[in-house]
T-cell receptor, first 113, second 114 residues
C-alpha cells in the first residue's frame, strides 16, 4: 500500500545546529511529496513541496529533494532557530485513489537556545 | 487569499448535544476535506468532497455528518458524540489538478466532548 515513514522523535538540537529529518515513502504511481509543519495549538502549514523526481522544494531555509531511486524526501536546514520548534510531517498525495494526503507519523523538533 | 477559515476555534459539547463545525475557503478549490487529529498523532482523513459531492467516507461513524452547501463551504454536523471523539478537527482544501494536489489547512476546531 501507499505509506510514509519518518524518523521517530523527538529530535532535540541546539540553536544553529544542522537539521535532518528522514522520510521515505512507498507509493504506486508518481506522487507529489510535501513537508508540513504544525506549531503548538495550530493547524498544519505547508512548508515545501516537490512534484517530480529530482525536484528540490525549499522555503524559510528548509530544503528537501525528491529522490525517486531511494524513495526519499529528507528535510534539511543548515541552522535551526528556537522558533523552528514544532512537529514536522512528511506527506504524499496525487497518486492512484484520488487526492488523499497520506501523512507520516510526524517528528517533534525541540530547539534549545 | 490562501486561507482556510474554521469556526469555532474551541467547542465543548455534551454527549446529547448537536453542534456544527464550519469551514470556508475562497481559493476556488474544488476539493475539501475533514481530518481528525488526536494528540501526538498525524491527521486522519474522515471525508473528501470533490465538486461538492462526497467522494470519500473513511468509514466514519454516522454521528459525524458532513455537508457541502457550495464550493466554498464545508460543514461537519455532530450529534451524540462520545468522549473519545474529543480531538482537533481540521478542514483542508486543494485543487483537483495532478500537479497541484497540496492541501491547505485551517487552524482547526479543538473539540471536547464531556
Amino acid at each position: 500500500g501507499n505509506s510514509v515513514t519518518q524518523m521517530e522523535g523527538p529530535v532535540t538540537l541546539s540553536e544553529e545546529a544542522f537539521l535532518t529529518i528522514n522520510c521515505t515513502y512507498t507509493a504506486t504511481g508518481y506522487p507529489s511529496l510535501f513537508w508540513y509543519v504544525q506549531y503548538p495549538g495550530e493547524g498544519l502549514q505547508l512548508l515545501l513541496k516537490a512534484t517530480k523526481a529530482d525536484d528540490k522544494g525549499s522555503n524559510k531555509g528548509f530544503e528537501a529533494t525528491y529522490r525517486k531511486e531511494t524513495t526519499s524526501f529528507h528535510l534539511e536546514k543548515g541552522s535551526v532557530q528556537v522558533s523552528d520548534s514544532a512537529v514536522y510531517f512528511c506527506a504524499l498525495s496525487g497518486i492512484t485513489g484520488g487526492f488523499k494526503t497520506i501523512f507520516g507519523a510526524g517528528t517533534r523538533l525541540f530547539v534549545k537556545a | 487569499d490562501t486561507e482556510v477559515t474554521q469556526t469555532p476555534k474551541h467547542l465543548v459539547m455534551g454527549m446529547t448535544n448537536k453542534k456544527s463545525l464550519k469551514c470556508e475557503q475562497h481559493m476556488g478549490h474544488r476539493a475539501m476535506y475533514w481530518y481528525k487529529q488526536k494528540a501526538k498523532k498525524p491527521p486522519e482523513l474522515m471525508f473528501v468532497y470533490s465538486y461538492e459531492k462526497l467522494s470519500i467516507n473513511e468509514s466514519v461513524p454516522s454521528r459525524f455528518s458532513p455537508e457541502c452547501p457550495n464550493s466554498s463551504l464545508l460543514n461537519l454536523h455532530l450529534h451524540a458524540l462520545q468522549p473519545e471523539d474529543s480531538a482537533l478537527y481540521l478542514c483542508a482544501s486543494s485543487q483537483l489538478r495532478g500537479d497541484k494536489t497540496e492541501a491547505f489547512f485551517g487552524q482547526g476546531t479543538r473539540l471536547t466532548v464531556v
